[in-house]
């Protein structure tokens, strides 16, 4: 909706929404105040208005009721208790707090030297100080520290944090170090406000990967140096104990830390003695005191409380969410006015267990793919809020102009599929010689059923939709799929394990945009680096592997030539789209990035100027819109 439209609702419906929120969180009384629009960050900038004070309020005591009118509420994000707040470890189950991610990592607790920008591409200051700067044989970058820089316990942050934080990250085999410190060969500090990043060389003498030096810069948080060596102290340095320590004490340079959390919620609370006030960043403190995201049990939940008002910021598929505003006249809002309403870079993805030996066999995983019906998967899971395959063939690129350039579309086109070809899969199958020869209807491959278990996690409704239909896709070509949806921290742990046996055709996201795109999705989808590697989050779930696959990836990342580069990518689409390891369900944004303008308002939209990608306020330059947001009058 157009900002005057929202802003009208907003007024109208306030006080019945605040009312039928009393039953969950009283108000505590304040003055509202508002928070004035903030400058685009840069090292140079100057601060626009002196940061105020927050306005007094009776002392909220960790678990208690929260003030309305100074917290944000968030949805969507968070499944089950948190489990720490170590930012070493890839298994705090900490969504607010710890995310590391290559299209911007959530820097509220936990900062990045760079925020990554999708709209535009580019890399906006934040521990850093002004722009990165390669040498001429593009092998090693220099970034220079905000003097104004400071951990929450008053010391500043060096260069000396960024280079121990990398060596600590390899050392412990996290997900950081072993993404990252294959194709960076060292981080130093050349002075307390000087890093030096050498990228690995190549025999010639290039970097092996600059696409991955750059997304470093945006991905991989700065931890205190004082305070790891102290988590290795008491972990006598055992790279298992040091991952698996909650960080109760950690150290942090954000605007926001924990206050409180339980298996009902997760609280942030501001630090007004934040460093980014200072006139080289924000120049004032963001808007919100508190960052609360409720623990519900499932998206149907979420979604009851986001109509409520009781949730701000909501991150998951609503379906036709229009009709919140259009039928329901609720100050509901998304990115963009018009379907799809949000940008979508992303492609949930159907992975097969290659560990399973029947989905060794491609003939089946690609029958599996063509019967699917990707159009009753847009209508049913979507609601429309997707581009069909049709209209953007399938691919490693997501649907935007930059990456669908990347690759020869006529030269994939006789293998492309568009779905619900139940004649073609059958006859696939049966050319295969793989026949119901029991007559039972569910055919055979050497003596075994085709018998599969297709899960996604349990409340997650657009993916359960679409996990129906790939099990219906399964019954109309004589393979049974059975369904399961366990609970999403359950689901997880069993994915990203280095073997597992729960799951056939399982669920999973892929890579959005970021600065190694499309490659870092292509890697993500089909890298053999992946296999026999425990607690991965990195990609490649199913375990699949092919020697021409892995070349490519080495190769795509140090050519300079786009020709070249685009001959590469389209022999890896050709590769895909024969072997089938996955299948991409549906295109969709990032992140569902909804807002309810019942409390605060001023959210990031399309065509306001801001600039501000809709992330949900916390990944990237996102984290922007927490400066931008005010209080409806």
């Known amino acids: 909706m157009k900002k005057n439209v929202k802003r009208f609702l907003s007024l109208l419906l306030t006080m019945v929404m605040v009312l039928s929120m009393l039953t969950a969180c009283k108000s505590n009384k304040t003055d509202e105040t508002s928070t004035k629009d903030t400058p685009t960050p840069t090292a140079t900038t100057e601060a626009t208005d002196t940061p105020t004070a927050t306005p007094a309020t009776e002392e909220v005591k960790p678990g208690g009721e929260l003030p309305r009118n100074e917290t944000l509420y968030y949805g ?11 930012p070493l470890s890839d298994d705090m189950n900490n969504a607010l707090a710890i995310t590391q991610s ?3 990592s959530r820097t509220p607790m936990f900062e990045t030297l760079y925020m990554y920008n999708m709209l535009d591409d580019t890399m906006t200051p934040l521990l850093a100080d002004g ?31 960024v280079a121990y934080t990398f060596e600590a990250d390899a050392k412990v085999k996290n997900g950081q170090g072993v993404a990252l410190a294959p194709y960076i060969e060292s981080v130093t500090a050349v002075d307390p406000q000087t890093v030096l990043i050498k990228a690995k060389l190549d025999a010639k003498g290039k970097a092996v990967n600059p696409l991955l030096v750059v997304a470093y810069l945006g991905q991989t948080y700065v931890i205190q140096k004082a305070w790891i060596q102290k988590v290795e102290a ?108 949000g940008i979508c870079v992303n492609m949930p993805t159907a992975w097969f267990n290659m560990d399973n030996k029947l989905l060794q066999n491609v003939a089946i995983r690609k029958a599996i793919a063509m019967a699917v019906d990707y159009d009753a998967i847009n209508a049913n899971a979507m609601t429309g809020q997707s581009p069909t395959f049709k209209n953007i063939p399938r691919s490693v690129m997501n649907p935007t102009d930059g990456e669908q350039a ?36 569910i055919r055979e491959l050497d003596g075994k059923k085709l018998s599969f278990v297709a899960a996604c996690p349990d409340g997650w409704t657009d993916w359960q939709a679409a996990i129906e239909i790939v099990a219906a896709a399964g019954k109309n ?9 366990p ?42 680096e992946y296999n026999g590697v425990d607690n991965n989050w990195a990609g ?14 080495k190769l795509i990342p140090g050519e300079a030539d786009p020709a070249k580069q685009k001959e590469y990518y389209t022999e890896a689409v050709k590769i895909y789209l024969t072997d089938v390891p996955s299948f991409s369900l549906m295109y969709r944004p990032d992140q569902f990035h909804a807002v309810n303008e019942s409390i605060w308002t001023n959210y990031p939209e399309s065509g306001d100027g801001n600039n501000i990608p809709p992330l949900v306020l916390l990944n990237g330059y996102s984290i922007a819109g927490l400066y931008k947001i005010d209080l409806v009058k």
Not at 76 to 86: D, H, P
Not at 131 to 154: C, F, L, P
């Open 487 to 528: 609970q999403a921290d359950v689901f997880q742990s069993t994915v990203t394990s280095k073997k597992q046996t729960e799951y056939d055709i399982f669920m999973m996201w892929t890579d959005s945009a970021g600065p190694t795109q499309p490659w870092g999705r292509l890697r993500m989808l089909t890298s053999s």
């Open 540 to 553: 490649n779930w199913g375990h699949y592997s092919n020697k021409r696959m892995d070349e490519l990836i």
């Open 406 to 441: 990347k690759y020869d579309h006529d030269a994939v086109k006789d293998l492309q599929w568009t779905g619900n070809d139940i004649e073609g899969a059958k006859k696939l199958l049966d050319d295969a010689g793989i026949k119901d020869k029991n007559g039972d209807g």
């Open 76 to 86: 969507g994000l968070q499944w089950g208790a948190v489990n720490g707040w170590n």
């Open 102 to 104: 290559g299209g911007g």
């Open 131 to 161: 722009d990165y700067q390669w040498n001429a044989d593009r092998t090693e970058i220099t970034v220079k520290i905000k003097s104004a820089a400071k951990w929450s316990d008053g010391t500043a942050v060096t260069a000396d944090d």
């Open 234 to 341: 008491r972990c006598n340095n055992d790279a298992a104990a040091i991952k698996k320590d909650a960080g109760e004490d950690v150290v942090y340079s954000g605007p926001y830390h924990n206050f409180y959390n339980d298996d009902q919620k997760v609280v942030l609370v501001r630090n007004d003695s934040y460093w980014g006030q200072d006139a080289s960043m924000w120049g004032k403190l963001p808007a919100p005191k508190y960052l609360c995201h409720t623990i519900y049990a499932d998206n149907p939940a979420t979604e009851v409380a986001f109509k409520a008002g009781e949730v701000d910021v909501d991150q998951q598929f609503i379906p036709n969410i229009q009709d919140l505003w259009e039928k329901d006249g609720l100050p509901i809002s998304t990115y963009l006015q018009d379907a799809p309403y």
């Open 477 to 485: 070509i004589g393979i049974d799929i059975t369904t399961q949806y």
